[in-house]
């Protein structure tokens, strides 16, 4: 019967996006979900986007299914965005998925069905999805050490402690590639390099999270860190998104790629993947994928999508300053200037959950209860206001 069944919490973080809409406060301000806003408040189709859709309404001929694995040119861009030409092809094995959260999905099914007994080992803290995506799949999680004890650095030394103590071989190791979410912490080259050689030594699989590429130093920058594993490393699985880079939220596209030590390997390892998407959404979306690959496959349209990315990293960088100054002008006493140092959407702010809670409550201002802000929902024209709100809760 479906009387008694009893209700579950909302998503901590799109919960708050719920309660924003309901709220009467005219100052409201949602920075809490981790969408991008320009200067007008809104989230915009990039120009590459709209010219590529444009292009494909043109030249569209079916709205036939995909193949399960999605389409081959979106998987060959992805191959050559994501790895360049570091690693023979014929080892990577791409699947086009509905978003990152998809790619996470199929990766956890995957590791579950084909790597049991193991384990998958997520920082602390890390985006509240990962754990229940991998209890979802009957993934049991561990966590390691990641932020330091003064909420604003990296604890690498803990890392490393907690992954070679604690972990056994065959057991995975989720990693942020960069703009690490909820922290913005990001390890440094130096940092990636003891963390490869442990996760080789330890004989950990690597399932690196890569959400938001072109967000922390720029697009091919972002993928250093992706890069020092795969060289100490010959498997892992690479989950990307173009929710944020292209700005495709509500179009779903991602891709789950696994990387294996010869190409036998990596077909056997395919075929499961299949399998796992087959039973579950059969094929993914097609429109999403269509775009990624008209711009990429398109000099003049890449060059603009690079544009827009650095684009709206910098806007982001630029919004981060201006909180830091305008901080300091309300007389609050508290130097954010560590956030000058955090990449990505997202900043630890340090805020406790009750000056959270004060915030919404008193000012209709939403970040999530960790402290988290997204640092890309902020807007010019009211930092201020939001700065008087934040020193006024300190
Ligand atoms: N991984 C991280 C760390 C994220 O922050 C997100 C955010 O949305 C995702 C994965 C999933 O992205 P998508 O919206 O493409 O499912
Ligand atoms: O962390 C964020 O805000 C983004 C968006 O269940 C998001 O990753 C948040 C929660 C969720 C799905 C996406």
């Not at 360049?84 to 069905?113: C, E, H, K, N």
Request: proline residues 5%.
């Amino acid at each position: 019967r479906f009387i008694g069944i009893p209700t579950a919490p909302p998503d901590s973080i799109l919960g708050l996006t719920e309660a924003f809409l309901a709220d009467k406060n005219p100052s409201k301000m949602n920075l809490s979900v981790g969408v991008y806003k320009d200067a007008s408040g809104q989230t915009p189709i990039l120009k590459c986007v709209k010219e590529a859709e444009r292009r494909l309404i043109e030249t569209e001929a079916t709205k036939g299914y995909l193949s399960i694995d999605g389409l081959p040119d979106y998987r060959e861009q992805v191959r050559s965005l994501v790895f360049g030409d570091s690693i023979d092809a014929g080892r990577i094995a791409i699947l086009q998925t509905p978003g990152g959260t998809g790619a996470l999905r199929v990766a956890a099914d995957f590791i579950v069905a084909q790597l049991s007994p193991a384990r998958i080992w997520m920082p602390s803290p890390t985006w509240a999805n990962h754990p229940a995506i991998f209890a979802a799949a009957g993934l049991a999680s561990e966590t390691y050490r990641y932020l330091g004890s003064d909420r604003t650095s990296f604890d690498l030394a803990g890392m490393l402690e907690d992954l070679n103590q604690k972990t056994k071989p065959g057991d995975a190791v989720l990693l942020h590639a960069c703009c690490h979410n909820p922290t913005g912490v990001d390890p440094t080259p130096e940092d990636w390099k003891a963390i490869a050689k442990t996760v080789a030594e330890r004989q950990l699989i690597p399932l690196i999270d890569f959400a938001y590429q072109g967000f922390g130093d720029g697009i091919e920058q972002d993928k250093a860190g992706l890069q020092t594993i795969l060289e100490a490393v010959d498997e892992a699985i690479v989950c990307n998104s173009f929710s944020k880079n292209f700005g495709l939220y509500s179009e779903r596209v991602g891709s789950v790629c696994l990387v294996a030590a010869d190409s036998e390997t990596m077909k056997a390892a395919q075929s499961q993947l299949k399998t796992i998407v087959r039973t579950n959404y059969s094929n993914p979306p097609r429109h999403g994928g269509a775009i990624v690959a008209t711009v990429l496959q398109d000099a003049e349209l890449t060059t603009l999508w690079k544009q827009e990315v650095d684009e709206m990293r910098q806007r982001i960088d630029a919004l981060r300053q201006q909180f830091v100054e305008t901080m300091k002008t309300t007389g609050a006493g508290h130097d954010f200037s560590f956030l000058l140092k955090q990449k990505g959407m997202f900043s630890f702010s340090g805020l406790t959950p009750m000056q959270v809670d004060e915030l919404k409550n008193k000012h209709g201002i939403y970040i999530v209860g960790s402290g988290r802000i997204n640092v890309a929902g902020m807007s010019e024209a009211k930092m201020d206001s939001l700065c008087q709100s934040v020193a006024s809760v300190l």
